[in-house]
């Protein structure tokens, strides 16, 4: 079950999860959650979503991706936000 805060955020966000129903938006994985606003939302996006989960969390989540997991994100976004963890969270 997702937070109020994270619910407000994915339907400010709805258009970036098109395929998945209205009715079953705000009910999507922490998983789902990150690496669509990783590979495709904005810096302000990211921004919020660090605000809302933290950054050691987003980083969590991040790196539990495993195998075809993994491969949805784009190499150069999974480059760029694999040496920011490692810097920063």
């Known amino acids: 079950m997702n937070s109020p805060e994270i619910k407000t955020f994915i339907r400010k966000n709805s258009s970036l999860f098109w395929y998945i129903p209205e009715d079953k938006k705000e009910e999507i994985s922490e998983d789902i959650l ?4 990783l590979n495709y939302g904005t810096l302000e996006d990211v921004k919020e979503l660090f605000s809302i989960m933290g950054i050691k969390e987003v ?3 991040f790196y539990q991706a495993q195998g075809r997991k993994k491969l949805n994100y784009y190499p150069e976004i999974y480059n760029f936000f694999n040496l920011f963890f490692q810097k920063y969270a």
């Open 59 to 61: 980083a969590s989540v």
């Open 34 to 37: 990150v690496e669509f606003i």
